[in-house]
């Protein structure tokens, strides 16, 4: 757990996982102490389940294929306050968590989303840095939310987030999630986390087709009906414009 910031509030992890045996020890071995990591194996070949739980992690099965469909089935598993989602490809650091978590266990924000700050060029395919910008063109516009990322680690408390009642089970999860947070009046902010190479290559990002699939779900969401007026984003102190 980060020195600066020593939160002794249990939080649950959800940590979606589709093939990730190689990844999955760095990445556990860094979730703060006094946090449960919740792995949700979404259809794994290479052991990965078996790889968690001997590391510790509480273990969920979603035979659903689909990002969103491991992300609510790990909040419904949830049973600690607050939860945060973070992928399980060794791209970003759990380390790092408190400082996302930070705000919403003080209570000054609802939603936290870690702004990815790559560590080297070949951390963020280009076509994946440019289906970003165009999402946070988009999200801007349906929200006035003036997100720099979609940042896939992020965030909230858990009773909210289920209340938030959310539908998508692919790749529109994480911005369905910010767009009803949005229109429900939720304090939104964003913070710097390093992004790092990940371990395997993406099943949704990896190529052009996966990433445009992506944009295409995400879409749909953005064409959601506002249910309440949006609310601005706020960047924590230390992120970068």
């Known amino acids: 757990m980060s020195e600066t910031t020593p939160f002794p509030t249990r939080v649950d992890v959800v940590l979606p996982c589709l093939d990730e045996a190689q990844a999955l020890p760095w990445v556990l071995d860094r979730i ?13 070949t290479d052991g990965s389940p078996d790889i968690a739980r001997s590391l510790g992690a509480h273990v969920v099965q979603e035979p659903r294929r689909g990002f969103g469909a491991a992300c609510h089935a790990g909040l419904t598993a949830a049973t600690a306050d607050v939860v945060c989602f973070c992928d399980c490809d060794a791209s970003l650091d759990p380390r790092r968590l408190p400082d996302v978590a930070g705000p919403v266990l003080d209570g000054t924000a609802d939603l936290v989303l870690g702004r990815r700050r790559p560590t080297t060029l070949g951390a963020w395919p280009l076509h994946a840095r440019l289906a970003n910008l165009e999402l946070a063109r988009l999200i801007r516009r349906r ?64 190529t052009w087709r996966g990433t445009w699939h992506a944009v295409r779900d995400m879409r749909a969401v953005l064409a959601e009906r506002p249910a309440a007026a949006p609310v601005r984003v706020t960047s924590l102190p230390g992120a970068g414009r």
């Open 32 to 44: 703060p102490p006094g946090w449960r990591a919740i792995v949700v194996d979404n259809g794994s």
């Open 143 to 206: 929200t006035g939310l003036r997100l720099h990322d979609l940042g896939p680690m992020r965030a909230a408390r858990r009773a909210p987030l289920i209340d938030l009642a959310l539908t998508d089970r692919r790749s529109g999860y994480p911005l369905q999630m910010l767009v009803r947070a949005a229109d429900a009046g939720w304090r939104v902010r964003e913070t710097d986390v390093p992004y790092h190479p990940r371990t395997g290559r993406s099943k949704v990002t990896g």
